[in-house]
């Protein structure tokens, strides 16, 4: 990140820097490095004040913080009551700023919850729905798939929607959709009202899959970037857990599919609710140059004693300034192709796309919409195939913790890895359905033991592809990046679920699991990861610009230059 004219002493470091120590562009360097004792300024452990004395006298710091300080003041000010109103936001403050952080990312990631009920709802619901609305197997299909295409229409609105009205009045907007969907999924009488409904639930899914990675990555520190955006990721998975449970609850209830499929207007109006108390994302703020304001919210999600977190914002400014200096130069057409023509960002849309690539196009999504079918085709009876679903979705809950709680320590290439495993299941999954009909018992303890292995390492495997995209683009970028990204992953999604029955036809469940999401996995997956895929851990937003900003032959050279060290994360 060059430096600009109003922030000329801001520069990272290096590309393996941190917010925790930075180079003072236009400072000679000896009065950084002439130190012995203390080779860099670290802004986080600043014994007897020789950073804050050193900023303030040759930066001043002191001084652009007082006038950040009077911008926020002011729009406290002049904030009418409707001003308030608009916001949607009940302010909450906490003294210790992690809590806030932890809010934050919390309440945001349970809408996780929202979409993992609305995939999975429909695996236990479709076995009444279909008999009482006397659905064909291609109308069937069509119910099941519907979601993710809908998810795609959501995503294509992701961006006017976040753009327009903020990242978090976004998230407000699909809590809409998922509560008409539900309702008309609930009350439907025939398979178009079924259709209907069910689009209009991915229109919801689609707003809130691309925006929350935003969301929370925009507002929250580095340091615990990973964990809360892979806890949306872990929510999915209990929303699909709870839409097993659910499923079994009201499986023998007259009409049980309707509750089934009008469940989640509970969870609906819970993040309602939950997003009434969240502020809006600091870094869209100051994309909409909001700078008081945006320091307000900024505020409460860092403690601004702590010399990192002032210098992080300022870098956030200077990174928005320098993107409307960008804007301001360039015609609305020009501005369009900036996600494919500039270099930086072209190898950021490029990247996120394979990685979502290869969460969806190794079977989940089919695996999981249709998993009371599989367990019916490998042996258990109907309410048994729907409780034994529950299997593969509290495997997949279970999977996401580790990447909770690890992710950021080990790193986005170590974790990646986790491939390995869920190639490993799949190889079993394929195994004991080819050998249902000689041996049914072995073949079921073979098949539930390879249904368990790939959804655990799916499940830390998934958190990536939520973590990676939404840290990978540059901050003019990030909307439509995400909405690009968004609506890939849905496609994906839409097109295995659909296609799986034919693509089952043509290749056999067997052949189907152990070629086709087997082959992509190992040999499409593991190879890039390996050579192409950037480290990203512990950068802020504005450090990983500098990332991309290499050409990708460098950063192959850097993988295979560290895997030769018998090292994955650097």
Known sequence: MPPSPQYPFLRSEDKSSSTSHIELGEVPAKEVYEDPS??????????????????????????????????????????????????????????NKNHMVIMLGAFAAFAGILSGIDQSIISGASIGMNKMLHLSTHQASLVSSLMPLGAVAGSILLTPLSEYFGRKKALVISCVFYTIGAIICAAATNHHEMYAGRFLVGVGVGIEGGGIGVYISESVPSSVRGSLVSLYQFNIALGELFGYIIGVIFFDVKGGWRYMVGSSLVFSTILFVGLLFLPESPRWLMHKDRVGESWNVWKRLRDVNVEANKVEFLELRQAADQDRQLRSSETHFQSLFNLVCVPRNRRALVHSSIMIALGQLTGINAIMYYMSTLMRQIGFSEKRAVAMSMVGGAALLIGTIPAILWMDKFGRRTWSMTIVLFSIGLVLVGVGYLYQDSNLIAAEGVYLTGQIIYNMAFGSYAALTWVLPSESFSLGTRSVGMTVCSALLYLFAFTVTYNFERMQSAFTYTGLTLGFYGGIAIAIGIPYQLLFMPETKNRTLEEIDDIFEKPVRQIVRENIAYLRKGKLTY
Do not use: M, P, Y
């Not at 308030?84 to 906490?94: D, G, I, R, T």
């Open 38 to 95: 203390n080779k860099k300024l670290d802004l986080e452990e600043d014994a007897g004040g020789k950073v804050s004395e050193f900023l303030d006298t040759n930066l001043n710091l002191g001084q652009e913080i007082r006038a950040l300080d009077d911008l926020g003041n002011s729009h406290k000010r002049e904030r009418s009551f409707w001003g308030k109103l608009a916001a949607l936001e009940f302010e909450v403050h906490f003294e």
